[in-house]
Structure formats: structure tokens, C-alpha cells
């Protein structure tokens, strides 16, 4: 089975704090993704990588960055994290061909106070 | 801008009966993913629909995706309370060369409960 790992469910971090939210995939996926999930609004994109040390911003990627040093890592950085980034996060990965899965973590809760 | 519009927002079901969820979007793409997701948990793939008049089944569920209308639709049949979650539609708006696909724009959701 394809399993996407993401290392922390749970987190509280304070205002202005540097954030990293860790990712890894163990099928040699090319794609991988992250998106953010909140109440009414569905999943948004933040960054996806089609490639090691590629990025591309996705539709929320202000507040955030984003590595891919290894294949199969793909870690999301908040900066300096706020309160309105106090949401879900969600990784996610896919071979590169078209109309494969998208196969998604558990998610990262994340709470900024 | 993409948009994906997913009605009902809440849907209650009786055990037994049939069901719809309707999915517009608003830009071409022949490229469509339904998931489920329970509460506290991960999204779970249901359905990947591929092209215009694509049709898959699993079980109780059946989905639908017609490009010219720009409208997928998830059927329900015979509702059981297994089926209660929340689910999405996303719409792949990535271009159409191969390092592009993936790329998700999703609707809000539509959260079903199903009691007896």
C-alpha cells in the first residue's frame, strides 16, 4: 500500500515561530503536494514539487515555503508562523502520469497561539 | 479563476434511499477526483473520472463526469449509515503535459449523514 507519513499530527507553536511540517512517501512518487484544509473552504494548494528541488506555488503560498531535497521528502516551512495559519495541513503524492490517485497523509493539525 | 461548486453543502439521508451530489466547475478539464473523508481522518480516494461521459461504480456509489457541461455527479444508492462522511470533489486544473497533472482545485464538500 501506498503510505504518505506525515511526522507530526499535533502541533502548537507560538506566534512568530519557524515551523516545519515533514512529509515523506515511500513509492517514488514524483508529484507531491501540500495543501491546507479549513471549515467551508475544501482543500487549497499551497506548493507542489513535480521533482527534487523543484517548486511551484500553488494558490495560498504566501506565509510559506517549501523543500524537496530527497524524493521522497517534501517539507512544508512556515516562517514565521501566524495565527491564521492555525489549520490542517495535508500532504500529498502521485506518480507523474495523469490519472493516477492522489494519495493523501493524515494531516497535521497545527494550532499557532 | 477555478471554481468548484459541490450542492448539497449538508445532506441527510434515510437508510434505503437514493442520493446525488452535484459537482460544477467552472474551466475546462477532463480531469476529475471524488474523495471521502471521515472526521479526523485523511481524504480517501473514491474515484478518479478521466474523460467526457467517464462512469465508475464501487459499491453504493457511482460517479459521473460530463466535460461539456462541466458537471460530475456522485450517486448514492440504497444509503446505508457507512456512507456518513464528508465528501469532496476536486477538479485537476493542472496544464497538459505530463509534469503538470495533479494539481487539485476542490469544492467545499459535501457533508452526508445517513440515519435509520
Known amino acids: 500500500d501506498v503510505k504518505v507519513t506525515q511526522s507530526s499530527r499535533y502541533l502548537v507553536k507560538r506566534t512568530g515561530e519557524k515551523v516545519f511540517l515533514e512529509c515523506v512517501q515511500d513509492?517514488?512518487?514524483?508529484?507531491m503536494f501540500w495543501y491546507r484544509q479549513d471549515p467551508g473552504l475544501g482543500l487549497r494548494l499551497i506548493y507542489f514539487?513535480?521533482?527534487?528541488?523543484?517548486?511551484e506555488k500553488g494558490d495560498i503560498p504566501e506565509g510559506y515555503s517549501v523543500s524537496r531535497e530527497k524524493k521522497e521528502r517534501f517539507s512544508l516551512i512556515l516562517e514565521s508562523a501566524s495565527t491564521n495559519q492555525t489549520s490542517m495541513y495535508l500532504c500529498a503524492s502521485s506518480p507523474l502520469l495523469s490519472g493516477n490517485t492522489i494519495y493523501f497523509g493524515e494531516g497535521s493539525w497545527l494550532t499557532v497561539v | 479563476e477555478l471554481k468548484v461548486e459541490q450542492n448539497p453543502l449538508f445532506l441527510s439521508m434515510q437508510e434505503g434511499k437514493n442520493y446525488t451530489i452535484y459537482c460544477n466547475y467552472s474551466?475546462?478539464?477532463?480531469?476529475l477526483y471524488w474523495y471521502r473523508q471521515d472526521p479526523g481522518k485523511s481524504l480517501e480516494s473514491l474515484f478518479v473520472?478521466?474523460?467526457?461521459?467517464a462512469v465508475k461504480q464501487e459499491g453504493r456509489l457511482m460517479a459521473s463526469l460530463d466535460t461539456k457541461a462541466r458537471l460530475s455527479t456522485l450517486h448514492i444508492t440504497a444509503a446505508v449509515h457507512d456512507l456518513s462522511a464528508t465528501y469532496f470533489c476536486a477538479v485537476d486544473w493542472g496544464g497538459m503535459t505530463t509534469d503538470s497533472w495533479g494539481k487539485l482545485q476542490f469544492g467545499a464538500g459535501t457533508q452526508v449523514v445517513v440515519t435509520p
Open positions: 473520472l478521466l474523460s467526457n461521459g
Open positions: 474551466t475546462t478539464s477532463d480531469r
Open positions: 514539487s513535480y521533482d527534487v528541488k523543484m517548486k
Open positions: 513509492m517514488d512518487h514524483e508529484n
